[in-house]
């Protein structure tokens, strides 16, 4: 599985949209994206994924760009409660394990 | 619809004693995982079975661990004995092998702590 660089911290404004990157280089082309978040003291929680058309669901958007090199997790309107660790993977999308890495450390203040 | 259960949330136990750890997955779901996450990080794949068949267990550090799923639905995950490294979350996650989207879900750990 492709490896995934996010950056250890973000703050964001509740009300305002989180928007978290991700880069993987190195995805190849029968790969997905996926984003899971880790409230505290919670087990993850699955968000979304996608291959290479953007996605939408009831929590958030996800952008992949065009060479699926990067991607951008969109959470709308954040509140408190989104404060948590949001972790990319990329992954085929049968069978496989899920790779963690160190993910986004998301602040919501209000 | 219930999610993934485990027992207990949290276990203290001195260094050398036996531990077991239980999941129930979300029913209908054929594949079943465990992950251990240390203080810090992200969870780490120990195995992973499909209905009773472990087919991947290449993490499992097998002198000490052990586990079982032996009707392919709830499954143990036994430590013994504990040595002081042990301390962390256990998770255990399920999915649905076969389905387009196969998301794995997961319970809400069994926190760990060796003393």
């Known amino acids: 599985d492709a490896k995934t660089t996010q950056p250890p911290s973000m703050d964001c404004a509740e009300g305002r949209a989180a928007n978290l990157p991700c880069n993987h280089s190195?995805?190849?082309?029968?790969?997905?994206v996926y984003w899971y978040r880790q409230i505290h003291s919670q087990g993850p929680q699955y968000i979304i994924h996608g291959l290479k058309n953007n996605e939408t669901n009831e929590m958030a958007s996800l952008i992949i760009t065009e060479d699926r090199k990067s991607s951008t997790l969109i959470l709308p309107h954040a509140t408190l409660r989104d404060t948590a660790v949001y972790y990319c993977?990329?992954?085929?999308?049968?069978?496989?394990?899920?790779?963690f890495g160190a993910g986004t450390i998301l602040r919501v203040k209000s | 619809e219930a999610g993934v259960v485990q027992s207990p949330r949290y276990k203290i136990i001195e260094k050398k004693q036996p531990v077991a750890f239980w999941c129930n997955p979300i029913s209908g779901h054929n594949t079943l995982y465990w992950y251990r996450q240390n203080l810090g990080q992200g969870p780490e794949l120990l195995i992973r079975?499909?209905?009773?068949?472990?087919?991947?267990d290449s993490q499992l550090p097998k002198d000490r661990f052990s586990a079982e799923r032996l009707k392919g639905v709830d499954s143990t995950l036994k430590i013994q004995p504990a040595e002081l490294g042990d301390s962390a979350v256990y998770l255990c996650?399920?999915?649905?092998?076969?389905?387009?989207?196969?998301?794995?879900?997961f319970g809400p750990g069994t926190r760990l702590l060796v003393l």
């Open positions: 996650a399920s999915s649905f092998q076969g389905a387009h989207q196969e998301t794995q879900y």
């Open positions: 190195t995805i190849s082309g029968n790969e997905y």
């Open positions: 079975y499909e209905n009773e068949e472990a087919v991947d």
């Open positions: 993977i990329v992954r085929m999308e049968y069978g496989n394990k899920l790779v």
